[in-house]
Nanobody, 124 residues
């Protein structure tokens, strides 16, 4: 069992930066692939980024590639999403997710645990 708590969301101007954190509890965290997703009202939750248990493998959605960076600290049981050059279209609720497998996936059914989300608003 893994519990996830996101933090770091807020209001930022376009072009600015934010760093989201996802604190995990549970002994299996270091064996889990982790992901970030985002969702806006009326739309499906969409993939943002994912990282393997060791951090050696990472994938990004095309919409955030080159602007967002996912990382993890297994000793601290925390996953981060550094967001730079933010755009108004990045406005969403951001969710952290864990997958009890080392293999990366990009769809919501593939993830086993979810946080409650943190809101990011980018003003133009």
């Amino acid at each position: 069992q893994v519990q996830l708590v996101e933090s770091g969301g807020g209001l930022v101007q376009a072009g600015g930066s934010l760093r989201l954190s996802c604190a995990a509890s549970g002994r299996t965290f270091s064996r889990c692939a982790m992901g970030w997703f985002r969702q806006t009202p009326g739309k499906e939750r969409e993939f943002v980024a994912a990282i393997s248990p060791s951090g050696a493998a990472i994938i990004y959605a095309d919409s955030v590639k080159g602007r967002f960076t996912i990382s993890r600290d297994n000793a601290e049981r925390t996953v981060y999403l550094q967001m730079s050059s933010l755009k108004p279209e990045d406005t969403a609720d951001y969710y952290c997710a864990a997958r009890e497998s080392p293999f990366l996936r990009t769809t919501t059914p593939e993830f086993d645990y979810w946080g409650q989300g943190t809101q990011v608003t980018v003003s133009s």
